[in-house]
């Protein structure tokens, strides 16, 4: 009896211990100063434009926690597709048993090259997710579409589907930020800052490996920042 | 005690023993070298092969309902599209290449006539979602099955698991694929000491071994490399081939090397299927190489043949004629399987 309500009391207090120790990584959009709302209209910075968000999805992956510059903590099977429209896709919780001290987080937008050369993957690498190429293999690491009146296109539209696994239109950035330790991580992605350096009249259409992906695919790793809340 | 361990034990047996009956150990023929297939990620069953059987004749796959991977890929001719120059797919439309032949698969790195598909498993996906074969998506695929009476079953029988997803199904349909062993041809009776060429067929493999085989090198016939092959460009299509996916020019008008295993049965030849017979091809190899920039280094040296020489060589190439693999029941299309809604 006394066995069994030790047992019990060490069960609960690891339990407390352990929530706690879950680490969220919260994902957030906005379009300059709003809260960007999904196919809801945008103006653009500085002119008349108008322009709509329909889709962003992008995959997170090989997420890593550091401590002065040493990795201490790596996520088992680290591969999020992360859907703007999909409110349960926007949080990522990390389990930190041990309560491991870190100052620094680190992550992939995209996915690496062995990742691409694998075959059919599960749960959110599956080829059903939309997030992978038919025509020619490889996975589509940031999706942005939507609409803008400066497209001379087809209702339209823009769709920008940034890929690449292989040199030298490897696609895969590294992102990392410094973190207080702190249990509560909040990245946000301002989609005007992506969308303010492109020449929408002009590119409005980006769907396989290039040098223009690549080079786009930087500009969206910029536009990540750590918010304080 | 002792009995709860011989219980156990032959439970434990009885499970093991079930998983074998159903693990399906991949058979490396004697004169064949290493897969490049990782099975370890794959594992065969003959569960797994059978629902992949029955996913490559279902035309379930396509956005109508009426096109199959063996509308394309039948067996009687290496599993490719006999008579039909380019692929033929949904509703009449015409594809862009000559659907390739279907065989010992699992020692190919890379798929398609440009090299476009890195594995096996997402080679699928392609004819599913092009326009002009299948003009489907993977995820309105997967739902399909799972609002069918029939694939529930099979996917739960396979994979332990009734929910449908992409990665199972294109895992199953690979598995079927990898079973396309091509083995037991006269040439590889004669490799394994089993039976003779005639003189004439001696002849023909020495002219074979002196200008074919560093491309089609043996025993799969193939360098599973991509080569310029000297042909002139067809400026209906504008196919430069390699080079439409590594945008390096130096891949311009490279098409994967494929292999003549069965060339008797699997005609017409060439990515764009512009030659019907065997002649026209070792024609083309003897009068008709355009030298472009890419032309292949072998092919930079003019080949020299008589035309007895080229007789010769194609009595050759039909001893590659595999009828154990054109005619085997254990690719068939699945009446079994496709009659159980009507028994059950």
Redesign the interface.
Known sequence: MIKASLLLSFMVLANATDAQQISTIQISFTYGSKVLSMDDSLNQSNDSSVLRITQLKFYISKIKFLNHGKVVMEENNSFHLVDASQINSLQILIDNKQNIPFDELKFNLGLDSTT???????GDL?????M?W?????YINFKLEGKSNVCKTRNNEFAFHLGGYQQP?YGLQTLSFPLNNTNRIHLNLDVLEIIKEINLTKTNHIMSP?AEAVMLSKIVANAFTLSKN | MKTKFIILSLLLFAILAFRVANDVQFEVPSNFPKPVYEFSKNPLSENKIQLGRALFYDPILSRNNMISCASCHSQFSAFTHVDHALSHGIEDKIGFRNSTALMNLAWQKLFMRDGAINHLDVQALAPISDPVEMDENISHVVSKLQASYLYPKLFYKAFGDSVITGEHTLKAISQFMLTLVSSNSKYDSVMRKQSVFTPQENNGYALFQKNCSSCHSEPLFTNDDFRNNGLSVDTTLNDFGRYRVTKNPSDSLKFKVPTLRNIEFSYPYMHDGRFKKLSQVLNHYTDGIEKITTISTELQKPIVLSSNEKLDLIAFLLTLTDKSFLFNPNYFYPKEIFSQTAKD
């Open positions: 691409n050369v694998s075959g059919a993957l599960g599956d080829p059903t997710k939309g992978y038919t025509w020619q293999s490889g239109y290039s």
